[in-house]
Every structure is written in C-alpha cells, then in structure tokens.
C-alpha cells in the first residue's frame, strides 16, 4: 500500500499529475520530468537495483531515496482513529544513513545517466494499538498506518564519484583507515566500514596497504603520501 510520503514525492517531483505512474520497459515509473525518469524508493535500494539498471540502457534516471530526519509520532486510539498523543521520535536520520543503503547498489552508482538524489524529510507518523491481546501488549506494539510528509529539510545529488568524495572529512591523512573517518566523523566504527567499503567498491577511494590489520585508503589509486 503506497503511503502519503512517497505519494507526496511523486507530487513534489513529477513536472504534472499526467506524468505520474508511467508505464515503460515493461516497468511502472513512478515520475517524469523533463525527460529523466525518476524512482522514489522509500526502502531498500536492493529492490529496484536491476529495474534501475535496465532503465539506465537508455533512459536518464533520478533514484530519490528519502531519509527520515526528523520525525513526528503521532498515537491514535484506533485505526483512523482520534489522535491521543503527539511527541518527537528521538530517532534523528542523517546524510550519511544513505550508506546503509548504497552498499547494495555499488553495482549500479555511479553511471552517466544516474542521479541518487537524497531527500531529508520531516514526517508525522499515524500509529494505531498492535494485534496483541490487550493485557500482554506491550509498550511499543502498534501498527503505522501512514507516515506523512510535513517538509523536505534539504536534498543531495549524487552524479559522480567526486560528490561521494565530499562526504569524506576534512582532515584525514593521505593514507586513512576507518578509524580515522570514524573519529573525524565523530560516528561508530561500523558506520565508517560500511562507508569505506561503499566509496572502495564505488571507486571513490582506493586500498593501499593496511596497517596492522586495518585496510589503509587513499582518494589516489596510487599514494605514496
């Protein structure tokens, strides 16, 4: 079932309401504008990665992937129910949660007539009581019923290798490994793997030795810094 946000997108992206849910190849394409076909992909990016390969052979192609920024719970006592709580997520997505995703679409990205274009979104999210028996529910057991998009904060293209490259941080040594991105980044060293391996299987930096048994990066395919 298509929720409000990624209805919403399609609105915010399409160039008219008759350029919505384009059929082509054999696909549904969620928009056009301007010639380019553009996919709104809520979830895994694994999912429409061979269907955006095929469209590539001969189409220009936007991947919108929308990253929940900020987020608004919103209680209902029953489905399409009235309203009893609202309060803030403390859950904060961030730009570089887009690496969660593009560690399965390394195959795919970059390419001449790609554009991943990454969305931070505020939503309110409609929450209605889980299926559990009342007296054994527990706390967070519910159904979302719909997330609905109350802005887009900011947005990123990514073309080419080089806008990858700009999310590495200032500061790092010619030779780094993930633990100097982790530090600089100020995020978990897993964070920082799942980051390099997606720039190293990109192309966007490259292996050139290890230290200990850390694998050391360099932006050059040849360093000798």
């Known amino acids: 079932m298509e929720t409000s946000l990624h209805r919403q997108l399609k609105e915010y992206y399409a160039a008219d309401e008759g350029q919505q849910e384009v059929a082509l190849q054999g696909y549904r394409i969620d928009a056009m504008c301007n010639g380019a076909l ?6 895994s990016l694994v999912a429409i990665r061979d269907k955006i390969a095929d469209l590539l052979e001969l189409h220009r192609v936007i991947v919108v992937k929308p990253i929940v920024a900020l987020k608004q719970l919103v209680k209902l006592d029953k489905r399409a129910g009235n309203v009893l709580e609202r309060r803030k997520s403390p859950k904060r997505g961030k730009l570089l949660d887009v690496f969660d995703e593009l560690v399965y679409f390394t195959r ?15 939503v309110e999210e409609l929450r209605y009581p889980g299926h559990g028996k009342r ?14 998009l109350t802005q887009i904060i900011e ?6 290798l080089a806008d990858l490259r700009k999310l590495l941080p200032s500061g790092l040594p010619g030779k780094f490994h993930t633990g100097h991105l982790a530090d600089r980044l100020q995020v978990e060293r897993y964070v920082a793997q799942r980051m390099a391996y997606c720039m190293r299987e990109t192309g966007a930096i490259h292996a050139v030795g290890k230290k200990g048994n850390a694998l050391l990066y360099s932006r050059r395919r040849n360093s000798a810094a």
């Open 155 to 160: 947005t990123h293209r990514f073309r080419t």
């Open 108 to 122: 795919v990205f970059p390419h001449p007539r790609l554009v991943l274009e990454v969305a931070l979104v505020e």
């Open 38 to 43: 553009i996919e709104i992909q809520h979830g």
């Open 135 to 148: 007296r054994r529910r527990r706390k967070n057991d519910f159904q979302v019923e719909d997330q609905l």
